[in-house]
Structures are given as structure tokens and as C-alpha cells.
């Protein structure tokens, strides 16, 4: 079994909707981060967590809410889907003592129309 | 802000091609650099990584060293495969300690084809 699982992998929603992105991890990590990738801007960090408690918005978290359930659950909501949040998601995580070495979920393509 | 420039892709060898992907920095302080790959249809992950200047990171065949004076840190493979294609990501973040420790600043990713 995969060591961090995303739902849906895949999802197409209309604008205005609200959707939740869901992402759990088996590897006993306290650091859970949301990215978003659009082609050719690379990974761009939407939201990250410490551990439950310490939740820090990142360089575009305009539009986005995040909830740590747990230590091994950290989730993404977009309250009113616009179509410029089509992208893919990847939900990562890692340990404090070494938080470069992150390790990816498989990603989710949302599609607003 | 921190900020990671690659070269612009993507990049078309033949197998057992030499590679070469730039990546260049701007950060205060002194960084960590890392190099991700992202195989088709697959999450991140960690490549290669160097913490200080002149420390040379290496993994299946891959290369980078900290070139702290042309703040560079260029991704090489003397003899790239076909399973090789895939997108290389070059990073940075803040060294353990700072505020920003585990943020990881991403390039904007370069696509590699290996032809047969």
C-alpha cells in the first residue's frame, strides 16, 4: 500500500462548487503540506501543517482552507471552485529533523468548468 | 523572496546521451538544494541533495554540486536511459533552524524524453 494515498485521483467539478481534496499518510509524519502544479510554474506551496495544531497558510492559500483531522490525515477544500484552480494537487509530507526530504502523494487533476 | 530558474524545456536525447539540466538560485543565507523527479503519472521524489557549498549530491547515476560562487547547482547523467524521462525539479529551502526550514522552493520543472 501506497504510504500516501489521495481521493479522488481524478475530479471534475462546475464552478462555484465547494470540494474537499482528501490526503492520508501512513508514514508517521508530523509535516503535511497542499501543493498545486500548473505547467511550467513548477509546485507552488498552497498550505502546510506542523503537527494538528499549527496550521500556515503558503505562497497562494487565496481561495483554499485546509483541516488537519489528525496526524495522518490533512485535507484541502476549495470553497467556491473557480476555473484558475484547475490543476493538479499533491499532497506531501515529512519528518521535522529532515522537512527538505518530502514524500509525494500520487496527485489529484481537478478540473473546474 | 527565494527563488529557482531552470532551463527552459523540455529536453529530447537519445539514450546514452550525456544530460545536462541548469539550475540556478536566489536565496539569503545559505540553502539546501535539492533535485525531485516526476515520473509520468506519479507523485515527487527526492533525486539528490547537497546542504553546503562544493558538496556534491549523487543517486542512480545523477550528479549535482553546490556552486555557491554561480549559486548553480546543474543536474548531469553521463549516459541517460529511456526509464530516465521524466520531469526534474530543482529546490531549495532555508537550512534547519530558520523560520522557513522544510519549505521547499520548487523551479519550474524541466521535461525529459529519452529516445531508444
Known amino acids: 500500500d501506497a504510504d500516501v494515498t489521495q481521493t479522488p485521483r481524478n475530479r471534475i467539478t462546475k464552478t462555484g462548487k465547494r470540494i474537499m481534496l482528501e490526503c492520508s499518510q501512513t508514514?508517521?509524519?508530523?509535516?503535511m503540506y497542499w501543493y498545486r502544479q500548473d505547467p511550467g510554474l513548477g509546485l507552488r506551496l498552497i498550505y502546510y501543517?506542523?503537527?494538528?495544531?499549527?496550521?500556515n497558510k503558503g505562497e497562494i492559500s487565496d481561495g483554499y482552507s485546509v483541516s488537519r483531522q489528525a496526524q495522518a490525515k490533512f485535507s484541502l477544500s476549495l470553497e467556491s471552485a473557480i476555473p484558475n484552480q484547475t490543476a493538479l494537487y499533491f499532497c506531501a509530507t515529512s519528518e521535522s529533523g529532515t522537512a527538505y526530504e518530502q514524500y509525494f502523494g500520487p496527485g489529484t487533476r481537478l478540473t473546474v468548468t | 523572496g527565494d527563488s529557482v530558474t531552470q532551463m527552459e524545456g523540455p529536453v529530447t536525447l537519445s539514450e546514452e546521451a550525456f544530460l545536462t539540466i541548469n539550475c540556478t538560485y536566489t536565496?539569503?543565507?545559505?540553502?539546501?538544494l535539492f533535485w525531485y523527479v516526476q515520473y509520468p503519472g506519479e507523485g515527487l521524489q527526492l533525486l539528490l541533495k547537497?546542504?553546503?557549498?562544493?558538496d556534491k549530491g549523487s543517486n542512480k547515476g545523477f550528479e549535482a554540486t553546490y556552486r555557491k560562487e554561480t549559486t548553480s547547482f546543474h543536474l548531469e547523467k553521463g549516459s541517460v536511459q529511456v526509464s530516465d524521462s521524466a520531469v526534474y525539479f530543482c529546490?531549495?529551502?532555508?537550512?534547519?533552524?530558520?523560520?522557513?526550514?522544510?519549505?521547499?522552493?520548487f523551479g519550474q520543472g524541466t521535461i525529459l524524453t529519452v529516445h531508444p
Open positions: 501543517s506542523f503537527d494538528v495544531k499549527d496550521i
Open positions: 529546490a531549495l529551502t532555508a537550512n534547519a533552524g530558520g523560520t522557513s526550514y522544510g519549505k521547499l522552493t
Open positions: 547537497a546542504t553546503k557549498a562544493d
Open positions: 508514514k508517521g509524519h508530523d509535516r
Open positions: 536565496a539569503t543565507g545559505y540553502p539546501s
